[in-house]
């Protein structure tokens, strides 16, 4: 094991390593307060105004992220993101901790929550308030409890490892890999199937339903809509490999390169049986391997956003920290090694730099081809205001739309914040009240991005839909999108169409 520090050398390095990462996350609550928010961001703000046991889309616990930081900093840009951005303070802690359980060595276990935070997973993800940080937080937890585990052999952890797997769960139906990832622990690991003839792995288990049964419910009286819809999407439909290397790629990019370049060592490492204990290898393994497997097949049919493998993040960012301390490389892989853990943090910093500053500044001036102007709601807040400045001036009392992109950004950065009612789509606000019918007896806006792809079902529910205006959202006077504004009035008997679409679009 290469440690050659001494005890106080060690302690060092870790205080180093703490204030590194408390400087990063007090550049993340900067750039969550600068930067516009995604229309999913604004989506999920809508959710936390109604708090249900589940939604169209995902299971609830990113809509309680956003209600408690709105409770703390108000329905403003930091607001909505604050406690998804602080959640990566109890993941850090977790991180660190587990990989010092698991290797006992405080230089490697520091590097680990380094390398955890220099991934765009963590400096980008949890500032973009998505189901992703829960999930991130829960993933770190369900990796220092299975560490407890190993050290202690105390069974009452199997309980904490249960809790934390629901509440992964409570984020994103993809943590129901965990299953397959702690049987393959406890299958590949002599001294730990022991506890398959114990009750503590199955009480787990019960605590893991307990706290999930909720969202079960939900769906069982939402017509199984959330299950339908994201348990759909791994249905293949064809095959092919336009998305495997898209998939490898965003993996390379999302770790950071010299980060990606260590956790693939690491795990290399761990398959020759190098790089600490085998419980310890055969844990962070099988916490990687059955993520990645499954989204690589995945994507052979569909496309993998990168952030679906968030869960697998902290176990790769403890084997990374393995590599770069826990084996003994020799001829080029000790170069590769030396040369990725001289890069690994000022390259990782220089990609978040560079993010942070596009998003929130927008030095480059790319208009559409530009993805942080693009996803987030660069240009909104201006747009908005016109868009309110309209409907005063024509009386509207509600504005409508046929995109939830479209009707989550006008919710958040319409200035007056009236009613914002999507006519189609309905099971996505299935947890707020129905919209007043009396909102349809004046005359509305309808506001859809160009060209207008929904226009006819307006136009078949209102007898008059007349253009009022073409606006544009820019950033440094370069367009990003255009946007067309109707005035419509008379409703054609009920203005909402209820059937659910089975995968309805952004816009």
């Known amino acids: 094991m290469e440690t050659g520090r001494t005890t106080r050398g060690a302690d060092a390095f870790a205080r180093g390593i703490a204030l590194l990462v408390l400087a990063m996350m007090a550049a993340r609550l900067a750039g969550a307060a600068a930067a516009p928010l995604a229309f999913d961001e604004a989506y999920y703000w809508r959710w936390s105004k109604h708090l249900a046991a589940g939604y169209y889309d995902h299971p609830p616990l990113v809509a309680l992220v956003i209600r408690i930081g709105t409770a703390l900093a108000g329905d403003t840009q930091l607001g909505v993101r604050l406690f998804s951005t602080l959640l990566g303070i109890p993941a850090t802690w977790a991180v660190w901790r587990a990989a010092a359980l698991l290797f006992g060595d405080r230089t490697l276990a520091a590097t680990a929550a380094l390398y955890f935070n220099l991934t765009l997973i963590v400096a980008v993800g949890t500032v973009i308030v998505t189901p992703d940080a829960p999930l991130l937080t829960a993933s770190a937890f369900v990796l220092f409890f299975l560490a407890k585990v190993h050290q202690t052999g105390r069974g009452a952890w199997w309980l904490a490892v249960g809790l934390a797997v629901a509440s992964a769960l409570a984020a994103k139906y993809t943590a129901l890999m965990f299953g397959a990832s702690i049987l393959a622990w406890l299958l590949l690991v002599p001294e730990q199937r022991r506890w398959l003839a114990t009750p503590w792995p199955y009480l787990g288990g019960v605590v893991a339903f307990a706290v999930f049964a909720p969202v079960i419910l939900w769906n069982a009286e939402h017509g199984w809509a959330s299950f339908i819809k994201q348990f759909g999407r791994a249905v293949p439909h064809g095959f092919t490999l336009r998305f495997l290397f898209e998939y ?20 290399a490492a761990f398959a020759r049986g190098c790089g600490g204990a085998p419980g310890a290898r055969v844990l962070l393994a099988a916490l990687i391997w059955p993520f990645a497997v499954y989204f690589a097949w995945h994507s052979l049919h569909a496309r993998v956003e990168g952030n679906w493998t968030a869960p697998l993040f902290p176990a790769f960012a403890v084997a990374a920290a393995a590599a770069a301390h826990a084996v003994d490389w020799r001829g080029r892989w000790a170069q590769a090694a030396f040369w990725s853990r001289r890069l690994a943090a000022p390259v990782g910093l220089a990609i978040t730099a560079i ?34 400045a309209l409907r005063a001036r024509v009386g509207a009392p509600a504005v409508l739309a ?51 792809e929904n226009l006819a079902l307006v136009r078949a529910r209102f007898a008059r839909v007349e253009e009022a205006a073409q ?15 109707f005035r419509v009035e008379g409703p054609r008997g009920d203005p909402l169409e209820r059937a659910a679409s089975g995968e309805p679009a952004r816009r």
Not at 252 to 261: D, E, S
Not at 357 to 381: E, F, I, M, N, Y
Not at 402 to 429: C, D, K, M
């Open 248 to 267: 490898v790629g965003g993996q390379v990019g999302l770790a950071t390169p010299f980060v990606f370049v260590l956790g693939a060592m690491g795990l």
């Open 355 to 388: 993010i942070y500053v596009q998003a929130t500044v927008g030095v480059v001036p790319l208009g559409s081809v530009d993805p942080t102007a693009r996803q987030l709601g660069a240009g909104w807040r201006n747009l908005g205001a016109e868009i309110d």
């Open 402 to 452: 046929t995109g939830y992109a479209t009707t989550a950004w006008l919710s958040f950065y319409l200035p007056s914040r009236p009613p914002v009612v999507q006519v189609n789509e309905r099971i996505r606000w299935v947890n707020e009240p129905e919209p007043e019918q009396a909102l349809f007896g004046a005359p509305l806006l309808y506001v859809c991005t160009a060209p207008c």
């Open 471 to 485: 606006l544009e959202r820019t950033r440094s006077g370069v367009v990003i999108e255009r946007y067309v504004v």
